[in-house]
């Protein structure tokens, strides 16, 4: 995904460019979960439960379920990278 497809992305999830920079930095520096801007995370983890877009059981963190390898944050990561 480049990045203006991400910018619809980030403008469909309503985050700032304070946000954007925060998520765009982790795409490239594969930041720690210290360093993840949570507000941002928070808002694109909405968007993507809202366009049922994210596996419901990464959501929910049901460790019973095969789909569940990841945490929303990672999700979140590896399709923004991999889309």
């Given at each position: ?67 569940n ?5 990672e ?9």
């Amino acid at each position: 995904m480049n990045r203006s497809d991400r910018d619809d992305i980030y403008e469909d999830a309503n985050l700032t460019q304070h946000e954007i920079d925060a998520v765009e930095r982790c795409l490239d520096e594969d930041c720690q979960d210290s360093e993840v801007e949570v507000s941002g995370f928070s808002k694109l983890q909405e968007h993507f439960c809202d366009t049922e877009e994210i596996p419901y059981a990464i959501v929910t963190q049901a460790s019973w379920h095969p789909e569940n390898t990841h945490t929303p944050d990672e999700w979140i990561v590896e399709h923004l990278k991999d889309v």
